[in-house]
């Protein structure tokens, strides 16, 4: 007498277990092959720069009229003089930043 197990002992169609083969986060082979996602980082990076290169150098020509019009001091600076200013403050904080290790690397 043979048992009627045998029936229910075959492999599924597919070569994962189940566990695998079910969850959303494993790639099937009808989605196609699995791709890398984009990296990002470098794009964030540079936006991250650009505003606060930006921000800076509106803060200092506010600053700088602030101070003009209040008669504190005799000197004004213009809208791209704030801009070079600006751009070498954020440049030699991240310089230093990442030469003296204080930002943390992944």
């Known amino acids: 007498m043979v048992s009627e197990n045998w029936k229910h002992t ?4 597919s070569s994962f277990p189940r566990a695998f083969r ?10 196609g092959a699995p791709t ?5 980082q470098g794009g964030n990076a540079f936006l991250g720069f650009i505003m606060l290169v930006t921000l800076y150098t509106v803060l200092l ?3 700088v009229r602030v101070a003009e019009s209040a008669g504190i001091v005799s000197w004004s600076i213009g809208m791209l003089d704030s801009l070079k200013l600006a751009t070498l403050y954020v440049l030699w904080q991240s310089l230093s930043l990442v030469s003296w290790g204080s930002v943390k690397k992944r």
């Open 36 to 40: 890398q996602k984009r990296d990002r």
């Open 10 to 13: 075959h492999k599924s169609g």
């Open 22 to 31: 079910d969850s959303q986060n494993f790639p099937t082979v009808s989605r």
């Open 61 to 63: 020509w506010l600053a």
